[in-house]
């Protein structure tokens, strides 16, 4: 069975970094796509980042140069690493799998909170 | 302001069918056949129903239906029913920006 879930979101400050994880199960992450999707309260669904199991990647304009999405495959685990922190990135961060050279979402993580505040 | 277009919100009673747009452009929507449809219902994680405009998952009703015509892609919900109520959100890939992009959602209410 495929698992998606996701760690690491908590209360963090203004200008502060924070570790995502996502340990995957039922398969292996080296072989798909995956993505970092957020969603503010309230809000609609925002995709962050993809790697391709080529090892590229890309970013949202949004958190160019800011977040930085990787892989282990030795623990199945994918990472989103967050540094510069702003009040606009306060969500509930996703990740989720797609099927190699596919551009759609067949499985997601139950979610992790983010909430950047002073 | 998300990239592509939903309606706020659409309604239908029980048994009926109700079609919810989704407008790009032509470096998503209108030039490629990655759409994806995504239902969420409160608190929960968005669940594929629709990918690649027209293919339904394994295990998805076949009242969910979709099509794409130009730069517009619709899903169709056939005989609805409660449990369909949730916000039903539209994807697409982009050439204009990496990674992708959605739509900005649309409730469905069953009256």
């Known amino acids: 069975e495929v698992q998606l879930v996701e760690t690491g979101g908590g209360l963090i400050q203004p200008g502060g970094s924070l570790r995502l994880s996502c340990a995957a199960s039922?398969?292996?992450?080296?072989?798909?796509?995956m993505s970092w999707v957020r969603q503010a309260p309230g809000k609609g669904l925002e995709w962050v980042s993809v790697t391709y199991s080529s090892g590229n990647t890309y970013y949202a304009d949004s958190v160019k140069g800011r977040f930085t999405i990787s892989r282990d495959n030795s623990k199945n685990t994918l990472y989103l690493q967050m540094i510069s922190l702003r009040a606009e990135d306060t969500a509930v961060y996703y990740c989720a799998r797609s099927p190699p050279y596919s551009y759609y979402f067949d499985y997601w993580g139950q979610g992790t909170l983010v909430t950047v505040s002073s | 302001q998300s990239a592509l277009t939903q309606p706020a919100s659409v309604s239908g009673s029980p048994g009926q069918s109700i079609t919810i747009s989704c407008t790009g452009t032509s470096s998503d929507v209108g030039g490629y056949n990655y759409v994806s449809w995504y239902q969420q219902h409160p608190g929960k994680a968005p669940k594929l129903m629709i990918y690649d405009v027209t293919n339904r998952p394994s295990g998805v009703s076949d009242r969910f239906s979709a099509s794409k015509s130009g730069k517009t892609a619709s899903l169709t919900i056939s005989g609805l029913q409660a449990e369909d109520e949730a916000i039903y959100y539209c994807?697409?890939?982009?050439?204009?920006?990496?990674?992708?992009?959605f739509g900005g959602g649309t409730t469905l209410t069953v009256l």
């Open positions: 039922g398969f292996t992450v080296s072989s798909y796509y």
């Open positions: 994807s697409s890939y982009t050439s204009s920006s990496a990674p992708g992009v």
